[in-house]
């Protein structure tokens, strides 16, 4: 394994082997982590923890589904999973976008802080808590406490969502929000229409500490 990512961090950016396929991986953990070229990475199989973590510039596919932390603290690029994606999804990631084409568990998108993910499928509790921008995307449902102590991170649900967390409420859906939707569900492959979505995101009470608001903390 370390000898595949080190193969791989030595693409630079002007590289002619732009195409590279990883089979039989064998749930390997930390494949194809910190990358920093315009290279297409694809996996034929599940992977491990952290797969995609760091990324940059670089489009990684898993034809299979993702153990914890996939795309963790990912930079810009794209990350895509034909499966399911386990806990933590895109966790601190400050850009690029990340697709699961299935479903996401508990913590999708946590700290998240300019990463756009888009999720096919549902997602677990907790998604996105503490997030500070960026967009979530689920075409399915989202479980208890969706967006708790977020600051600026947008979420767009199109089913139920099970429970809002602390600090999260339903927004306005304006003609800004429907062309960000748009262009994302465009972009991840979902045949779902904007309009379906509703948003949700910080209602601002707890930027500031207040003892009157001691107990949401």
Not at 35 to 42: K, N, R
Request: net charge negative.
């Amino acid at each position: 394994m370390r000898e595949l990512n080190a193969t791989l961090h030595a693409q630079a950016d002007n590289t002619n082997q732009t195409s590279w396929e990883i089979v039989n991986p064998k749930g390997s953990h930390a494949i194809a982590v910190g990358l920093d070229a315009p290279i297409e990475v694809t996996v034929r199989g599940s992977t491990g923890y952290y797969c995609g973590g760091m990324n940059q510039q670089a489009t990684v596919n898993v034809i299979g589904s993702a153990g914890p932390g996939v795309a963790e603290n990912m930079m810009s690029g794209k990350v895509v999973i034909e499966g399911d994606a386990s806990q933590y999804a895109g966790a601190t990631g400050q850009g690029g976008l990340l697709v699961i084409k299935g479903n996401a568990s508990s913590r999708c998108g946590i700290s998240m802080k300019g990463i756009n993910i888009v999720v096919g499928g549902n997602i677990g509790h907790m998604a996105a808590f503490m997030g500070q921008s960026g967009n979530l995307v689920v075409c399915g449902d989202a479980g208890d406490a969706l967006g708790d102590s977020c600051y600026e991170a947008r979420f767009f649900v199109r089913g139920t969502v099970k429970s809002l967390g602390a600090d999260c409420e339903k927004k306005e859906m304006r003609p800004e929000h429907i062309e960000i939707l748009t262009e994302l569900l465009a972009e991840a492959g979902m045949d779902a229409k904007p309009e379906e979505f509703t948003r949700y995101g910080s209602a601002r009470n707890l930027y500031n500490f207040d003892v009157d608001n001691s107990g949401a903390y």
